[in-house]
């Protein structure tokens, strides 16, 4: 939120509808709820995008705004459904591959232990967390017009699942696949895709769980996971994901900021980079 530039106080907003797109089936009877919390998000993106062209806010919005593609600028449907993949990657994907990784290493104390001993070794893991739990598990494509790939023909109009889990299981290029190796070096795997669509915020996606992990890691270590409550997405249509993960942990100092203060000291300094970039709000 902060790096977008949007109010920190609308997550709410975002967040539910983020995951409720993914993990709810065409057929559910909650599809219509969830629609329409998709529709209350787009408008208020909207309205920020509005609101960002008056008033502009230090974030990614302002960027897209400032930005040109082929010498003309970006529409607000473009700017919209731009910051509508990053919503989308921030609320989903990241919180789902953190949620398998919290239950995995709850299952296994001794690798938990292991990380915890030696934060260096958390570089390698999170890339073989990450080919083990690929967020992403794939994608699908329309085939344009008719071809033959591999021995097998596709016509026009095909629809094809490009999986980006598979390869991250062949044992031809990872010994041992099913198992997960904190140390696995080299790990070239797809869980961010490959070529041209490779995933834009995967190093950013590195940063944020390498910090939520080591902070979690350090703060609550002895956290149980409960399997009362907690339920994985019905369905992996897209995203291999928990729709609620349920933890106890003994209860500790807060270190560092809560939400209230967070948002007001980020406001503080959307306020003073507002005024020190306009020299006549200055004045």
Not at 124 to 149: I, M, N, W
Request: proline letters at 6%.
């Amino acid at each position: 939120m902060a790096m977008l530039g949007l109010p920190l106080e609308d997550w709410i907003v975002y967040c539910e509808p983020a995951h409720a797109g993914i993990y709810t089936p065409p057929d559910s009877p909650d599809l219509a709820r969830v629609q329409q919390m998709g529709v209350a998000m787009v408008m208020r993106l909207a309205q920020c995008v509005a609101e960002a062209r008056v008033h502009p806010r230090p974030g990614m919005i302002k960027a897209l705004i400032d930005a040109e593609v082929d010498g003309k600028p970006l529409s607000d449907e473009g700017i919209i459904g731009t910051i509508f993949l990053v919503i989308g990657g921030g609320f989903d994907t990241t919180t789902a591959f953190t949620s398998n990784v919290w239950r995995w290493l709850y299952e296994n104390p001794s690798e938990k232990a292991r990380l915890m001993a030696d934060r260096a070794l958390l570089d390698t893991a999170t890339e073989e967390f990450l080919r083990y739990f690929s967020p992403s598990q794939g994608d699908a494509r329309t085939v344009t017009k008719d071809c033959e790939v591999a021995g097998y023909r596709f016509s026009e109009g095909d629809r094809v699942l490009l999986s980006f889990a598979m390869p991250n299981r062949d044992p031809l290029h990872f010994p041992d696949p099913d198992t997960i190796k904190l140390d696995r070096f080299p790990n070239r795997h797809a869980a961010f895709g490959l070529g041209n669509h490779r995933c834009i915020g995967s190093n950013i996606a590195r940063m944020q769980f390498k910090t939520i992990m080591w902070e979690t890691l350090q703060r609550i270590p002895n956290y149980v996971i409960n399997d009362v409550g907690t339920e994985r997405y019905a369905t992996i249509g897209i995203i291999n994901g928990y729709q609620h993960l349920m933890a106890t942990f003994a209860s500790g100092k807060r270190q560092g900021p809560g939400l209230a203060e967070t948002m007001a000291a980020w406001q503080a300094r959307l306020d003073f980079e507002t005024v020190t970039e306009t020299p006549a709000a200055v004045s």
